[in-house]
């Protein structure tokens, strides 16, 4: 069991290659199954889009750093159309408010924590200005992660446990010389030392076909200059990639860009507070999928 702030920021070693090849971002959160799904890696690579790490090709998540088998093991999202919808959530959790299914508002989420083999979540913290702060919240109990709310059942004040029946339950509770209670999981390992990895019983996989795309009439960008790129290898990844492709364009037209967004040269393809145009995402388009990507992680409603 790990927290999401013990394993943000922390090294990714390469155990083939006996070195470090990168650094924890952030996590990426399927809110459909309550799961960290990728780990987001920021890399010392010159090459340009988002890097990030499938939970089932780490080896193990220590108290020092994230471990792999090799960096073949690192990703580029921009192969992985489905994790678009994640991208363009940005589930974050932590500070999200907490609301019963009824609308009755409890607090905010400080910490959640989740299982270092599979990425589930297992329980959320509850902040709180009454005498449930610091309570857990048992993913059993979660009905949705929003992105600004996490929606629990009504019953919940009989379902918060406290921290040290939640520790019992997900590793054991030991004590600092100073007499804090510290966790020592199930799964402890010492850096670049990896324990030999649990089997988790795996649900039987389901093939889900990739939606036909809908046409948005009241869309005026120039699709043919939005799907331009260079062609895949076969008429199945065309598919996948122009249905990818065509979903960014629309959702980003007329959002708010946050900050300034920087193209490879360093120059400033688009000023941070601008409202996308048809012309600034052909002017992303142009430098490759991974700088679309990139662009959906710099964006804000109106």
Do not use: W
Request: proline share 4%; net charge negative.
């Amino acid at each position: 069991m790990k927290k999401s702030t013990e394993i943000k920021n922390i090294p990714i070693f390469s155990i083939m290659d006996g070195k470090e090849v990168g650094n924890v971002r952030s996590l990426l959160i399927n809110a459909d199954k309550g799961m960290a799904e990728y780990l987001i890696v920021e890399t010392t690579s010159l090459q340009f889009g988002i890097k990030a790490i499938p939970f089932d090709k780490i080896e193990g998540i220590g108290d020092y750093a994230v471990t792999i088998e090799s960096d073949a093991a690192i990703l580029e999202l921009s192969d992985t159309p489905s994790a678009h919808d994640m991208l363009v959530k940005n589930i974050q959790i932590v500070n999200n408010k907490v609301m019963t299914k009824k609308g009755s508002l409890l607090g905010n989420v400080s910490e959640y924590y989740i299982d270092e083999i599979t990425g589930k979540i297992l329980g959320c913290v509850l902040a709180s200005n009454n005498e449930h702060d610091g309570k857990i919240i048992l993913e059993d109990s979660i009905l949705t992660f929003g992105k600004e709310v996490v929606v629990v059942v009504e019953e919940i004040m009989d379902k918060l446990i406290s921290f040290e029946e939640f520790a019992k339950a997900n590793g054991s509770i030991g004590k600092k010389p100073n007499g804090a209670a510290v966790i020592t999981t199930k799964a402890v390992r010492e850096p670049l030392v990896v324990a030999p990895k649990t089997e988790v019983p795996v649900a039987p996989s389901v093939e889900i076909k990739q939606p036909e795309p809908k046409q948005h009439k009241s869309s005026n960008i120039n699709e043919a200059a939005i799907n331009e790129s260079t062609a895949p290898t076969s008429a199945e990844e065309v598919d996948v990639a122009k249905q990818f492709e065509d979903r960014q364009a629309l959702f980003l037209k007329g959002k708010r860009v946050n900050r300034d967004f920087i193209g490879e040269a360093g120059e400033v393809i688009v000023p941070g507070g601008s409202i996308l145009t048809e012309e600034h995402i052909l002017k992303v388009k142009a430098l490759g999928r991974n700088k679309l990507l990139e662009l959906s992680m710099s964006i804000t409603d109106k």
